[in-house]
Structures are given as C-alpha cells and as structure tokens.
C-alpha cells in the first residue's frame, strides 16, 4: 500500500476556492487525499467539501462547532488524523486560497524522502529576493519584520517562520503534545517551528511564490497581529522540552 500525504486545509468561507483547490491538490499525485478542517463557515463551504466527498474517499473533512483560529484548526485536524487514519507519512498545512502553489507538493514529498526531512517550510524570504505577489507594501513590511524580530528573538534559523505551507512528517507530529501549544492565529506557524527547531528536529525550506488570494475575504485582523508580537516574547522564555514526548 503506498503511504499517504495529507494536506490539511482549515476554511472559514472559502466557498469560491474551495471546489478548484481540491481538485487542484487530489491531482498533483495518486498518494495525496485532502483533509479540510471547517469552522462551521456560515457561506456553505462545508456542504460543497460534503457533496465533493460522497464520490471520492480521498476528500476528509472535520466540521467544528464555530470560528476558533487557525492554530486549534490545524491542531484538531493532526489529531484525528493521527488517531484515525492509517498509513499516513507526511501531513502538509495548505491555505484555501491559492496563495500556496499546489505545484509544490510534489517537490515537498520529494525532498522530505530524499532527505529523510521532518519537516520542510515554504519560504517566501530564502530565495533571491522576497517571493510575494500582489501584496499592499504596508502588508509586505510587517510580514518581513515580523519574521526579522521572531528570528532574533527566538535565535531562529529559519527565514520564514509565519509562512503557512509546510509539511510534517506525521510520526514526527505524532510525538507532540498538542495541548501545550498556546497560539490561536499566525503566531502558531512561528509556535510549530520552534518546538520543532529547538528540540533537534531535522528542518529545511523550501522557496517559495506567495499569491494573494483572488476570491473570498481576508481574515488578518489586528487581535491575530498583536498575539503574534506578544506570544513571541512568551514563547522565548518557555519549556520547550515540553512541547515533546520523549
Ligand atoms: N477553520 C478555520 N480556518 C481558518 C480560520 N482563519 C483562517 N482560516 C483559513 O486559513 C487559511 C489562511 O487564512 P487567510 O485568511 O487566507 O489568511 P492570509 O492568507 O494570511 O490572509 P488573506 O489571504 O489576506 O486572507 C484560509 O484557508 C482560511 O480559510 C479559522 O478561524 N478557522
Ligand atoms: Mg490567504
């Protein structure tokens, strides 16, 4: 049996991307399904994924009660996958919204089995110049210097410690105690790779294209902007050791 990739997607009214960005991912290899982790998005996005899933066992979803942040969406969706589907080998985070390229997948499989990787991260800051499209300058700036001030602070090596397209490899995940990760919004991208760099765990990025999304509503708001100052200072002076199982 071949081992599964799985690309989590969290949604929150994601109903004009939702059916392209499936299909787009189920077609970049045989071994990847789909998990999507919706929060009860008032739009229906969830009715699309169910209907999409009646035909094709690769498409999953985990429907949550109401809009609870990024971090939790991801963090509940590593948990029942772990828990209830077999076979799994890597477990990629993924947007809805086209601003991660599905192309990249297969080169994420490639490069964590090639290099025996437990985890690799898109960035949008390691190639020559800064990799974004269609982003206002003022939104570019703070992504930048929020990556400048999280790797200082966190004594980072990691250029792109906020990007949201990744993969795990799932027995890595699996070792993780998921109930003390403290972040909600963006800051939980800079939380993962943390825990993952500060415990000894082999970590490499991959360039990375970011593209504005074309459809659907930004969700960045100024409570997720303030958390990720404010957590990465908390998480500068926490355990992390606790983060794992030995
Ligand atoms: N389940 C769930 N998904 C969320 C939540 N917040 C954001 N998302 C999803 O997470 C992904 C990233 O969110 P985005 O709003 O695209 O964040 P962004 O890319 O920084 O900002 P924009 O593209 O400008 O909107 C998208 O697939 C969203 O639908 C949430 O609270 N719960
Ligand atoms: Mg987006």
């Known amino acids: 049996m071949i081992e599964k990739t799985i690309v989590v997607i969290p949604t929150y009214n994601e109903k004009d991307n939702i059916k392209s960005i499936i299909s787009t991912v189920l077609s ?7 998990f999507i982790v919706d929060d009860n998005s008032p739009d229906g996005t969830c009715n699309i994924v169910e209907n999409m899933k009646s035909s094709n066992e690769r498409i999953h979803i985990l429907k949550r009660e109401k809009k609870s942040g990024l971090g939790p969406a991801y963090l509940a969706g590593f948990e029942y996958i772990i828990k209830n589907i ?3 080998k ?4 993924m947007d809805a919204d086209f601003s991660h390229d599905p192309n990249k997948l297969p080169i994420f499989i490639k490069r964590m089995n090639d290099e025996n990787l437990d985890l690799i991260v898109g960035s949008r800051y390691c190639g020559a110049g800064i990799s974004v499209i269609n982003w206002p300058l003022q939104r ?7 990556n ?8 980072s090596k990691i250029k792109d410690l906020t990007g949201g397209f990744k993969c795990f490899r799932r027995d890595a995940l699996a070792k993780m105690n998921f109930s003390y990760v403290l972040s909600k919004g963006y800051s939980f991208q800079i939380e993962m790779n943390n825990a993952f760099e500060k415990n000894g765990h082999k970590i490499s990025e991959e360039s ?3 593209t504005e999304r074309h459809c ?11 958390e990720a100052l404010f957590r990465v200072l908390r998480l500068r002076f926490r355990n992390q050791k606790k983060y794992f199982r030995l």
């Open 90 to 93: 890597y477990i990629v985070e």
């Open 208 to 210: 990375i294209i970011f």
């Open 28 to 34: 970049k290899d045989d071994s990847i399904d789909v």
């Open 216 to 226: 659907g509503l930004s969700k960045m708001s100024g409570n997720i902007i303030f």
């Open 148 to 155: 400048v001030y999280a790797r200082i602070m966190l004594s």
């Open 140 to 146: 570019l700036f703070l992504s930048y210097y929020a």
């Open 86 to 88: 077999d076979n799994v």
